[in-house]
């Protein structure tokens, strides 16, 4: 069984869950799908290893500034000094709950990220 939540849960999962009542084949089935997803996920990380393993790509470290914006109700953000690759400039911007009117209300936080092309 796949799920996934907290221990208070359990007796109540257990009791509702309906793997332990499928047949063999269809147990299989479920495996085989969990096995291909795998897979998929192992084949995406493979490729982003081989891909960072060549010899023409260069590390640049980059170091973010608060900033605020200047709305009527600020908002925080963060920024990079630009930065020069591929002959072209760049700023990175992070966002921290960018889609959430106040994320200091929320638990739950994410980074946002905005690569923008400075140069023409």
Same mark, same amino acid.
């Given at each position: 069984?796949?799920?996934?939540?907290?221990?208070h849960?359990?007796?109540?999962?257990?009791?509702?869950?309906?793997?332990?009542?499928?047949?063999?084949?269809?147990?299989?089935?479920?495996?085989?799908?969990?096995?291909?997803?795998?897979?998929? /996920?192992?084949q995406l990380?493979? !490729?982003?290893?081989?891909? &960072? *393993? $060549?010899?023409? #790509?260069?590390?640049?470290?980059?170091?973010?500034?608060?900033?605020?914006?200047?709305d009527?109700?600020?908002?925080?953000?963060?920024?990079?000094?630009?930065?020069?690759?591929?002959?072209?400039?760049?700023?990175?911007?992070?966002?921290?709950?960018?889609? /959430?009117r106040?994320p200091?209300? !929320?638990?739950?936080?994410? &980074? *946002? $990220?905005?690569? #923008?092309?400075?140069?023409?």
């Amino acid at each position: 069984c796949p799920w996934q939540g907290p221990y208070h849960e359990l007796t109540v999962h257990e009791a509702e869950c309906t793997h332990p009542t499928k047949t063999g084949n269809e147990l299989m089935e479920i495996l085989d799908e969990m096995d291909q997803t795998r897979k998929k /996920e192992m084949q995406l990380y493979n !490729s982003i290893f081989s891909l &960072l *393993s $060549f010899e023409k #790509i260069g590390y640049t470290e980059v170091q973010f500034r608060p900033y605020r914006t200047d709305d009527f109700i600020t908002r925080l953000y963060y920024e990079t000094p630009r930065l020069t690759v591929l002959n072209q400039t760049w700023v990175l911007k992070a966002r921290v709950n960018d889609s /959430e009117r106040n994320p200091n209300l !929320s638990c739950k936080r994410t &980074l *946002s $990220f905005q690569l #923008i092309l400075k140069s023409k």
